[in-house]
């Protein structure tokens, strides 16, 4: 099958459609000059031939021989190119002819073609025909009209004949003009609607191209059809889809891409831990470890296995959060309670290292509006690294703050420590899964690097905001404040 294009299509049209309405009105349009022309033919015929007769009546009725008679006719023979019958009482055809009247040699009309319009004028009406003429082998119009007596009785007929050529030369040049008309016309219209349609099309075509284009996953082809109408509408929105689908794979990649990595670090994370205990285990069972270390070798087994556990704990906590499954059970809080509450609960670990946990507040503090357990959890995140990556016999602040900034006011609370801090380089990257910035292990021997990012879940889903100020050897400060917590509390 032949591919027929939208601009074929289009172009065939615009000439139809311009040749069919042409022809139409073409068509109205010689019918209304015809009859225009002739009716006005006919007018003049008619009143030549009335003029005809109300010269020639006098004369007729004194008989034809009269000199005036004969002279008259001669004028009118030499009269433009009608033809002029004669027709008496008896119904003798004779014709104004070389001068004469006379009655012609040959009858002009055997056939009788006249004597409809002959037999009407002779009853008084006036009456007229056109067609061909065999008598003088020409196409003509006649007007037969009565002569009528000053007493009103009629005396015979005139028949005037005139030709119809001149109309019919008339009729070709309407015809002429008409076609050229349609040529210029089918031309134009071709010319026109090629035009309009390419400029419909073109732009198909560059949408299609682009489509194309991007069923092979090549998105960086844009239409760049601005134009205000439908078409233009389309190429944009064609762009923009364009340029969702591309940004949709990407992320898609982006995130297959982070799926393999966490797996791949999960596995890497999990490797130490069962490496170790796998050791222990067949020194163990091979009886190579002599009967005074076997404590040791149990502690370190304890310790793998409590490694793994707070592995996979946070793993999960970590899925729980990501799968934005997670309900919040919204209460009012006192801040200064739960940090006591955090306090008792770590109290063995601080013990242990000697480090005061000291809480600040001014005093009269408003409650928050958030969810208990899950407040304390991230409070602990920070508060167990707090203790985690500080020197022994240190201190750790923790203060509940309720200031003023730009007229706002703003609570939060702060967890300072003299620590080991955090290197520039590394905070940016902090919170990242498994990310540690310590590299030696000195203070994170049970470190999963899960912990903030664990934090950051948390901090969206209460509302808080997060910021991180370090220097290394200095210490940390995490200040962790509550967005929007006026409107919250009044609820
Ligand atoms: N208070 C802090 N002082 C120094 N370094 C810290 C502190 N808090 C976090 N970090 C660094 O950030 C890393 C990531 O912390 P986190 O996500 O809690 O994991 P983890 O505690 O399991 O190591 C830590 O390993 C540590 O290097
Ligand atoms: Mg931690």
Known sequence: MIKRSITTKLTIGFVLIIIISTLCIGIIGINIFRNNIFEMKEKNITLHAQKLESVLEPYIE????????????????????????????KGEIRTIYENEDKVLKKNPDPQGVYSEIITSALGGKLKSMQGYNAYYDENMMSVAVPIVKGDKSIIGVIIVHSSTIDLSNSMNEFFIYLIAAVLGEVIIAGLLGFYFSKNITKPIKIINEAAMQMTEGNFKLKTNIYQKDEIGELSTSFDILSSRLEYNIRQQEKLEQMRKDFVANVSHEFRTPLTIIRGNLEGLYDGVIPMEEHH????????????????????????????????????????????????????????????????????????????????????????????????????????????????????????????????????????????????????????????????????????????????????????????????EIHL
């Open 296 to 487: 040791d070798n149990y502690y370190t087994l304890i310790k793998e296995t409590k490694r793994l556990e707070v592995m996979v704990s946070d793993l999960l906590s970590l899925s729980k959060l990501e799968s934005g499954k997670v309900e919040l059970n919204l209460q009012k809080l006192d801040l200064k309670e739960i940090l006591r509450d955090i306090t008792r609960v770590l109290k063995p670990i601080t013990k242990a290292k000697n480090i005061e946990l000291e809480l600040i507040d001014d005093g009269n503090l408003s409650p928050v509006w958030s969810d208990y357990d899950k407040l304390k959890q991230l409070l602990i995140i920070f508060i167990d690294n707090a203790i985690k990556f500080s020197h022994v016999n240190s201190k750790i602040k923790l203060a509940i703050i309720l200031e003023n900034i730009n007229q706002k006011d703003t609570l939060s609370i702060t967890i300072t420590d003299y620590g080991i801090g955090i290197s520039k380089e590394d905070i940016p990257f902090i919170g990242e899964r498994f990310y540690k910035a310590d590299k030696a292990r000195k203070y994170s021997g049970n470190s999963t690097g899960l912990g903030i990012s664990i934090a950051k879940h948390l901090i969206e889903i209460l509302n808080c905001k997060l910021e991180i100020k370090s220097q290394i050897n200095v210490g940390t400060q995490i200040k962790i404040e509550f967005l929007k917590f006026e409107d």
């Open 62 to 89: 004194n008989g034809m021989d009269s000199k005036e008679y004969k002279d008259i006719v001669k004028g009118v023979s030499s009269f433009d190119n009608t033809k002029v019958w004669m027709i008496n009482l």
